[in-house]
């Protein structure tokens, strides 16, 4: 096709053509495939942790493992900055291309990668290596699919065109529970427990193929080919991008107005709304995967919805609309979860409270950045023990250098005693607290369609973000400004949002305490959207 043709492609109106339909659709499936390699990485932390980390106590390996999740998500604003630079001067095409091809690459070494017990200190190390480098290529990877789609759409439906690439994070994360939850039961727990769990990294070598085989046959984004042809493609884009003011305020407005918000939204309403289920209200693993399946599944059409109504009705009031109903019904939203997934703990919540009794300076913030940050205090200890055992209680300040002390009803418990953790499950247990919640209590209907309205939001916030962020820059800069803000959002204020809810729910002594998290950082994005960020569905990308 020559670059006349490819560029007849963006119109202002009119239906999509079969070359933009295999756009969309070699963009997303490429996508999807990353978001499934990122994902079954953290889905199957226990089993890394077992056989990379097997020279440490199995707790201690399963924070090694977290933390090297972790480094995944720190390290993708700096995959933004290094392949949204490559984007800017020598295309699209070609840089998600190197993107895809190192994240698949990763990925299917993982499942190839010998244990400890094989090679030694060698096997986490490159573990973590190959981490690092599926981070770096995921911070290239979206910004590069979402300009490259919308510098292919029509002038009049970059909303609805871009929304397909929204899909894909829910779409990768729902392929990996599905298949996780698949071959686990096929083959059993036990094998799956001892080489089982590499088949999902080994397929991503299939995946992988499949998608540079498509991604291939795909010509240079025709914005960027005018530009190159014209000479008009800058030579220095980072600095372009974020040394001079008028752009680096756009990127500042973005990230604090458009993505921390969205990131949140997003994080809270798939991510940790599987935690809550399974480490707050105990509910087993495949009950609550299979629910949040089944509510990924009935919303993730709202993102090709919402992209459409943005390109009608503008992306800044979808997007607002989200951050305001996520603040303001997130605390009943995560209550009524309780309530329906696990009645027996609401009740124990409200008829047997706990309470701290400790030197308040022993009391800290609890925020493990790392996830290998220690916290040994007799205060921080029964605190997180509490935490850990879904809790709720208030604090007594003690004399200083008083030995921290919990009390249960009538019962006092030492929080410095060798049997603490013993002592305490078991008054918990007596007061009406559940080890877990009974699969014949839940309501699963209920529960379903509560984590379904949490999805809903994460469609209003996600769908029409791409185009939003792709119109506020300038094309000779446009992957690399919208990469950074959008990584940084995501990577940083939506990758420790578990971090920083566990935190808050330990300092506050209320397991729903830590939502303020999220509904802070969304009043901050309404406000600062509404306040500074232009509308942009009618902005002409190709001359800009």
């Given amino acids: 096709m020559s670059i006349a043709a490819t560029a007849g492609e963006i119109r202002t109106s009119g239906g999509m053509t079969a070359a933009e339909r295999k756009v969309i659709f070699a963009s997303s499936l490429g996508t999807v495939f990353e978001w499934y390699d990122f994902y079954i990485y953290g889905t199957l932390g226990a089993f890394l942790a077992k056989y990379f980390f097997s020279n440490v106590p199995p707790n201690v390996a399963f924070i090694f493992t977290l933390l090297a999740f972790a480094a995944g998500f720190a390290v993708r604003p700096f995959g933004a900055l290094i392949f949204g630079r490559l984007g800017d001067m020598i295309g699209r095409k070609y840089t998600f291309l190197i993107t895809m091809t190192l994240m698949g690459v990763g ?73 996780i939850l698949g071959i686990r039961t096929a083959m059993g727990e036990e094998s799956f427990g001892d080489w089982g769990w590499r088949i999902p990294f080994l397929l991503s070598g299939i995946l992988l193929i499949v998608s540079i085989w498509i991604r291939l046959s ?125 009645p027996k703990l609401e009740a124990a919540l409200a008829s047997a409270p706990v309470t701290v009794i400790a030197d308040p300076s022993e009391c800290s913030f609890q925020f493990k950045a790392t996830g290998t940050e220690k916290f040994t205090t007799g205060c921080d200890i029964a605190t997180s023990s509490l935490v850990n055992l879904s809790v709720n209680y208030q604090t ?107 935190a808050i729910v330990a300092w506050t002594g209320n397991i729903y305490s830590g939502l303020w998290y999220p509904v802070g950082v969304a009043l901050m994005s309404l406000v600062i959207g509404f306040l500074f960020l232009p509308e942009t569905k009618d902005v002409d990308i190709t001359t800009n």
């Fill in 218 to 342: 795909l010509n240079e984004s025709p914005v960027f080919q005018k530009m190159k042809d014209e000479g008009k493609t800058s030579k220095r884009p980072l600095s372009e991008a974020f040394g001079e003011w008028a752009n680096a305020k756009i990127a500042i407005l973005a990230l604090l107005g458009a993505t921390a918000g969205e990131a949140v939204v997003w994080y809270g309403g798939q991510f940790y709304a599987l935690f809550f289920l399974t480490q707050t209200l105990k509910v087993p693993g495949v009950p609550a995967q299979i629910m949040i399946v089944v509510a990924l599944a009935l919303g993730t059409p709202f993102f090709v919805f919402f992209g459409w109504l943005s390109d009608r009705i503008g992306r800044k009031p979808i997007i607002l609309a989200g951050f305001l109903l996520a603040a303001l019904t997130y605390f009943p939203i995560f209550k009524g979860i309780t309530h329906f997934a696990n």
């Fill in 396 to 502: 007594q300040n003690a004399a200083k250098g008083t030995p921290a002390q919990v009390k249960v009803g009538e019962q006092t418990l030492s929080a410095t005693a060798t049997d603490f953790a013993k002592s305490l499950a078991a008054a918990i247990k007596s007061h009406g607290y559940p080890a877990s919640a009974d699969p014949a209590d839940i309501n699963y209907v209920m529960t379903v369609l509560l984590l379904w309205v949490l999805v809903i939001y994460v469609t209003l916030v996600y769908a029409p973000i791409a185009a939003w962020l792709v119109e506020l820059f300038p094309s000779r800069i446009r992957y690399s400004g919208m990469s950074l803000p959008y990584h940084i959002g995501n990577g940083w204020f939506g990758g420790f949002l578990p971090a920083t809810v566990f």
């Fill in 107 to 179: 990925t299917f070494f993982i499942g190839l990668l010998p244990g400890y017990g094989t090679w030694g200190i060698a096997a986490p190390i490159v573990l973590i290596a190959l981490r690092l480098v599926q981070g770096l290529a995921l911070g290239g990877e979206y910004g590069g699919a979402a300009t490259y789609v919308a510098e292919h759409a029509p002038r009049n439906q970059r909303g609805y065109y871009t929304s397909w690439i929204q899909t894909t994070a829910t779409l990768g994360l729902f392929l990996a529970l599905l298949l």
